[in-house]
């Protein structure tokens, strides 16, 4: 029996939401890729895509091919998008078998994917990774025409875009930006010259779609957006989304202690005076960043405590001096809301001094999830 008192829910109705939200943003002739790769950003691959393909989404985009093939396996009709691409025969084989889209950055994967494609008796449909500042994957975007005019003797795959990625969309600055944009839109000239007139030009993250609207193009990639997240934890003018992840455990004691009391390892912590203190069953074994001790927060019986001293690696300590009644198997929230307070994945990320990425990702893979939908609750298989 498992008696860990420790819980992540996922809110599928805030998928909903958000997705609607991205829909505002960007307009009903713009196409939407949801990004569900590591597990969907910890909310679960299998779960995640299915809502999102429920709700019409366009495509999915995930990094390896393993994951596009577990979608498949459980029955995911929409197109997926492996943002790794291919690297072997057997994997060229695989997409063409599973009907998937790669990314494709150099001949070699292509002629691979023109060959299993031609044996098909189908073209592969595939975007070409154009490299525009991001310093990473891709092709520089000078040779997008060398590139293109090889590609076109291929049969066996059919390009639907060029797609390329932002590296700073959500800094202030946007000088950067606008160059990528801008090398963008040079290579998809190069292309229409060519006279190849793609649908499905590519550029926009969560944090272009919300900033550049120029940068749009045919389709947008959202990832953090469709669970609530934000580029960074300080970004500027957030659209209003909402969380799908809440993550709870329970309070394992209180005590009432003395002015000067040390506080968990390395006694980074020392009370100022008697306080009242809880200890919570969860720490950074479950995904609660170590570099929150002594600066987090956590909602228990619906108002906020400060974490004090070291979190350990399955227990954190509260001061719950000002919170009236807290018992022993109290409800802690660590991400969520509770009563009128919420504590958000940036909250967390600007305490951990990281991302809310990666927040997501640390506690969703680490905890049992259960999904709800409108208060209907089902279980993680
Ligand atoms: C992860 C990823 C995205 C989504 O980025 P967000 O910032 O989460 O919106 C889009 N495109 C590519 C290529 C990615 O790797």
């Given amino acids: 029996m498992n008696t860990s008192p420790n819980k992540v829910t996922i809110d599928l109705s805030a998928l909903q939401y958000n997705l609607l939200k991205i829909r ?3 307009g009903k002739e713009t196409k939407i890729m949801g990004i569900v790769k590591s597990d969907a950003y910890g909310h679960g691959l299998i779960p995640v895509a299915r809502e999102l393909e429920k ?3 366009d495509s999915l985009g995930v990094n390896y091919l393993s994951e ?13 998008v492996i943002l790794l691409g291919i690297s072997t025969h057997q994997g060229a084989k695989n ?5 998937l889209t790669p990314v494709i950055f150099d001949l070699d994967s292509a002629r691979m994917l023109s060959e299993e494609g031609r044996k098909k008796g189908r073209s592969t449909n595939v975007y070409l990774k154009v490299d525009t500042g991001m310093g990473r994957l891709g092709i520089d975007f000078r040779e997008t025409g060398l590139f293109l005019k090889q590609l076109m003797g291929m049969k066996g795959i059919k390009i639907e875009g060029l797609f390329s990625h932002f ?10 930006t606008k160059t990528q944009i801008k090398k963008f839109k040079e290579a998809i000239s190069v292309s229409r010259k060519l006279g190849l007139e793609f ?4 550029l926009a993250n969560s944090a272009g779609i919300i900033r550049y609207r ?20 300080d970004f500027a003018d ?6 799908l992840m809440t993550f709870c455990s329970s309070v394992a004691q209180v005590r009432e202690v003395e002015h000067g009391t040390p506080i968990s390892y390395g006694r980074t912590f020392y009370t100022d005076g008697p306080r009242k203190i809880a200890i919570l069953s969860a720490g950074y074994a479950e995904g609660l960043s170590r570099s929150m001790s002594n600066k987090g927060q956590v909602l228990i019986r619906g108002q906020k405590a400060g974490i004090i001293g070291r979190i350990c690696m399955n227990m954190i300590v509260a001061d719950v001096t000002s919170i009236k009644g807290v018992k022993k198997g109290d409800r802690v929230c660590f991400l969520g809301k509770e009563k009128a307070n919420r504590i958000t994945a940036d909250d967390m990320a600007r305490w951990a001094d990281t991302i809310s990425y990666e927040v997501l990702c640390s506690i969703g893979s680490r905890n049992k999830r259960e999904y709800i939908y409108e208060e209907e609750i089902s279980h993680d298989s």
């Fill in 24 to 26: 505002e943003l960007v």
């Fill in 55 to 57: 709700l019409h989404i």
């Fill in 68 to 80: 596009a093939i577990k979608l498949r396996a459980e029955g995911v009709k929409t197109p997926v």
């Fill in 95 to 99: 997409v063409a078998d599973y009907n």
């Fill in 167 to 176: 590296s700073s969309a959500d800094q202030e600055d946007t000088i950067f």
């Fill in 199 to 202: 649908t499905m030009n590519n």
């Fill in 214 to 233: 120029e940068a749009h193009f045919d389709l947008v990639r959202p990832g953090i957006m469709l669970y609530g997240g934000f580029p960074c934890p």
């Fill in 238 to 243: 957030p659209p209003p989304l909402k969380g």
